[in-house]
């Protein structure tokens, strides 16, 4: 087995990062203080179970109900889907972005074939590049994420997919992951993340990804391999309170002995497909969850255990739980869990039904800012809010992953099997706002001749404004798309007034507001009111 | 409400004469004792382990000797010198009895310091911190070099998390400019996270007063270029520094071994030994006043599986550094690895609960904290004679 040191594999990403000087693309004052960038795992092994405590009632004034319902159905909300929003209603649009297939992204998709042919591989294709191709498929996953995320018109579905990659959470450059993901990628999560949890577990189960990533390739009647048997339980159905014992894992791993992947020159088939290996199998009965698993079941008898697991009520309240959490707040309350749940397990599992419930709940429709936007919001949030129409950059995104580093969320990239954590907690540290005040200078990208990367024009943000006030007014308009408190904008509006030695409300010199434009919009970026929903 | 850097300064770099400073190192994945340091003393050990035991001493690739029972992984190389000082105490057999072998809950139980889901959500350090009196005004009281706040530092005042100390600031025009101002201004309390900004905002300021980058290795020490040695470097720089710091927490990551166990803990334990023994030969004399614990949330199956792995398990090994530490010992009631002794009949027992050790470590090294506090329902014993003082 090939199974590189996952220290040396570290470095591959981390030299993508370096490899362009930062300190110059960004300019001298711009914030970037020093370029050395550093990919760590990103800390605590908390931020999931514990209690969190709520953050105090918002003193800023609320975003309009459609503003919300955008922010956290989306990576940022744009002036245009805004616009959409507003026009179809909140219940029609939403139906809309769950209806995706129907939505056009062909142009988008094409594109990704194009610019990111690694990532339409399959693992025998993949494997005969293998390893020298690491970096390449590393490169080209994470930017075709960044590339959707960013411009993908679904927008809710993009936000499933990254929802069901954390869920069923593989790290990338985990051995011969490189050629294993991409597939699980297309065929697992990207096909079933609004379809059916059943089918979404069973595709999982079977994915040379994930046999491969939690062990199940090696797990074998004679001495079973609890890995997989353990995750699929605690963390893809039933969650940790989910009512298995000790003895539910060592049965559930029992009952997947024998399932494998194929490597070069196996017969039946290519490399990196699915084999159930009988010889391997242990066929006497089982007991998981006090069900009877008779014996002889052979490969039935893991099929027979997610079907267990899918229908199961835990695996309903666990991943209700999971969505009203990504959606709602950290601690959803019961009724809206409840709720979720219900639709869940009525559907059998459907994964729209689950999300139209959610998006009925009082919780859902009645309140906002709830919830700081975790880093790949913040990223895609902004160029989505001031460059919307930015072609995709011409240096394969490399901007985009430098930022994705510093804040701890690059795809693909999270070391443990729960994938990235989900809760404000976490996420709101001072290293973590203080790389969002770093990357919000962003704004300067129109200034600086070396970033090539977005196309900024502040003539249409500005709407013609000519004074600071207006200036202040116009950018509050088109970026944060909701209203700032009196004392706040006083405060902006001091402070520029000072810098600059205007009035407030004086016509500025041509030329002018344009280049005052940019350090507002960095305060705008770096403030609670951009990365609240 | 932070203004406008007046009001912000590093504060004073002065300990409490009774604390040491503490470096919290956290092996994230569970990471096996047995092959760390092996008791090769222990026939049943060989049994159960017939393709991944480390030899005995004096065998090639064996073990090296500490008491005639337990040898250190051949990786661990680097320490033995610090454990013949008598700077290095090892604890085996060690763990919190929290019944849990899912890595995250595990994680969470062991950083909040308690063994069920029903104790408190703050940290065992949170506790710690939030008990003892301090005279330090400093955002760099409390550190973790992470992109994100620790279980275990929950409850304390505003930890800081920084995952990298050079990148940390802007630059002076940026802050000339007074954008940190309105920065602050903006998230006055109570807008959320204002208490984030404002740690924030005052940790540049000390940051950029103390010139970290100007602190150099001494005595030799070379960092090797790994994800663990990066950060110590910068802890060694941390403390050298003016800056008040007191408590550090950091992970050393990749201890799941599943599979292939040999060859991945060579490298893992290879990449712990090389960055602690360069931080503590840089530290020198200053290790009078530093403890380095080294942990992990469980420890692995004592058999192996067919996978040349080890599944998950309970009983493990901690590490504690520093001159305070009563070093040079292995301390273990061991409790063997025979089917009979083992908890439910195949995970090494913990026989050293670790809130024993960690007791310990508050009451003559940490300023003597409440530990009845600190590890709520733990009966004790409080003393393990770990520690000097």
């Not at chain 2, 030799?220 to 110590?232: C, I, M, N, R, S």
Request: with cysteine; net charge negative; hydrophobic share 40%.
């Amino acid at each position: 087995m090939i199974k590189p040191d996952p220290r040396e594999l570290s470095t591959i990403l981390d030299r993508l990062c370096r490899r362009r000087d930062f300190l110059k693309l960004f300019g001298k004052g711009l914030g970037y203080s020093a370029v050395a960038s550093t990919l760590t795992a990103c800390g605590g092994g908390g931020g999931g179970s514990d209690p969190i405590q709520q953050p105090p009632a918002p003193v800023i004034p609320q975003a309009s109900a459609g503003y919300t319902v955008l922010k956290r159905t989306s990576f940022g909300a744009r002036r245009d889907a805004l616009a959409t929003l507003e026009t179809l209603g909140i219940d029609a649009y939403l139906e809309q972005q769950l209806d995706y297939t129907r939505i056009d992204d062909g142009d988008l998709e094409a594109s990704i074939q194009t610019l990111f042919p690694l990532t339409t591989q399959s693992p025998a294709q993949l494997v005969g590049g293998f390893p020298d191709n690491i970096a390449g498929v590393a490169q080209q996953m994470i930017a075709a994420v960044q590339y959707r995320q960013i411009f993908s018109r679904r927008q809710l579905y993009e936000v499933m997919v990254e929802f069901w990659t954390d869920h069923f959470n593989i790290h990338l450059l985990n051995g011969l992951g490189p050629t294993l993901k991409p597939e699980d990628d297309r065929q697992v999560i990207r096909t079933h993340a609004l379809g059916n949890f059943r089918d979404l577990l069973h595709a999982s189960a079977k994915s040379p990804s994930m046999l491969f990533y939690l062990d199940n390739f090696l797990n074998q009647a004679a001495a079973p391999n609890e890995n997989y048997a353990r995750e699929l339980m605690e963390l893809h159905t039933l969650g940790v309170d989910g009512g298995y014992s000790e003895s539910d894992v060592k049965e559930v791993a029992r009952c997947f002995t024998g399932w494998s992947i194929r490597f070069p020159g196996d017969p039946g088939g290519e490399y990196g497909t699915f084999v159930f290996v009988p010889a391997l199998h242990d066929n006497n009965a089982k007991v998981v969850l006090q069900q009877a698993v008779p014996a002889g079941g052979g490969q039935s008898d893991g099929e027979q255990v997610l079907d267990f697991l899918a229908t199961h009520p835990s695996t309903a309240r666990f991943i209700a739980t999971k969505l009203c959490r990504r959606f709602i707040r950290d601690n959803p309350d019961a009724a809206s869990i409840d709720a979720v749940a219900a639709a869940f397990t009525q559907s059998s599992g459907d994964i729209k039904a689950a999300l139209r419930a959610l998006f009925a709940t009082e919780a859902f429709r009645s309140s906002s800012d709830l919830k700081l936007c975790r880093p790949s919001e913040y990223l895609a949030g902004v160029i989505r809010a001031l460059a919307p129409d930015t072609p995709y950059p011409t240096d394969n995104g490399q901007l985009f992953l430098f930022a994705q580093a510093i804040m701890g969320q690059v795809p693909y990239y999270w070391p443990t099997p729960d994938g990235y954590p989900d809760t404000q907690s976490y996420w709101d540290s001072t290293g973590g706002l203080l790389n969002r005040w770093r990357l919000s200078f962003l704004s300067f990208a129109n200034l600086i001749p070396s970033i090539d990367v977005i196309q900024l024009d502040y003539a249409d943000l500005l709407n013609g404004a000519d004074t600071l006030a207006g200036i202040v007014d116009a950018l509050t308009d088109s970026i944060l798309m909701r209203p700032l408190s009196d004392t706040d904008r006083a405060y902006l509006l001091d402070w520029l007034v000072s810098e600059y030695g205007q009035a407030a409300d004086a016509a500025l010199p041509l030329g002018t507001p344009e280049a005052v434009a940019p350090l507002v919009t960095a305060v705008l970026l770096s403030s609670a009111y951009f990365q609240l929903r | 409400m932070v203004n406008g850097g007046t009001q912000r300064f590093p504060a004073s770099a002065t300990l409490p004469a009774d604390r040491d400073i503490l470096v919290c190192i956290f092996q994230r994945g569970a990471a096996d004792g047995l092959n760390t340091v092996v008791p090769y003393g222990d026939s049943d050990y060989y049994a159960r382990r017939s393709t991944i035991a480390v030899p005995a001493p004096g065998m090639a690739g064996g073990a090296i000797d500490l008491d005639g029972f337990f040898g250190l992984h051949p990786a661990l190389g680097p320490l033995k010198p610090i454990y013949d000082a008598g700077d290095l105490a090892l604890v085996h057999a060690t763990g919190m009895p929290h019944g849990s072998r899912s890595h995250f809950t595990a994680q969470g139980l062991v950083e909040r310091g308690v063994t069920d889901k029903a104790g408190p959500t703050s940290g065992w350090l949170g506790r710690h911190l939030s008990l003892l009196a301090s005279a330090s005004n400093s955002a760099f009281r409390v550190v973790a070099i992470s992109g994100n706040v620790p279980v275990s530092l929950t409850g304390a005042n505003e930890p800081l998390a920084i995952s990298n100390l050079n990148d940390f600031g802007f630059d002076q025009d940026i802050i000339d400019s007074g954008y940190p101002t309105v920065l602050a201004n903006l998230f006055r309390s109570p807008v959320p996270f204002s208490a984030t900004a404002e740690a924030a905002l005052s940790a540049m300021d000390e940051l950029q007063a103390a010139n970290l980058s100007a602190i150099t290795p001494d005595n030799g020490a070379v960092y090797p270029d790994t994800a663990l040695g990066k950060k110590l470097l910068q802890v060694g720089q941390l403390i050298k520094s003016t800056l008040a710091v007191e408590v550090i927490c950091l992970d050393a990551d990749g201890w799941d071994h599943h599979e292939n166990l040999p060859t991945y803990i060579q490298g893992s334990l290879a990449e712990l030994a090389d960055a602690v023994s360069a931080f503590h030969t840089d530290m020198g004399a200053q290790m009078q006043r530093i403890v380095v614990l080294v942990h992990t949330e469980f420890g692995r199956r004592v058999a192996e599986n067919a996978s040349a792995g080890t599944d998950h398990g309970t009983g493990s090994l901690a590490y504690l550094f520093g001159g305070g530490v009563n070093g040079g010992q292995v301390v273990s009631s061991w409790p063997g690895l025979a089917t009979a002794n083992l908890e439910m009949g195949e995970d090494l027992k913990i026989t050293t609960d670790l809130r024993t050790v960690l007791s310990e470590l508050l009451g003559k090294r940490l300023g003597g904290s409440d530990a009845g506090i600190v590890f709520p329902g733990f009966s004790g014993p409080l003393s393990a004679n770990l520690f000097l003082g």
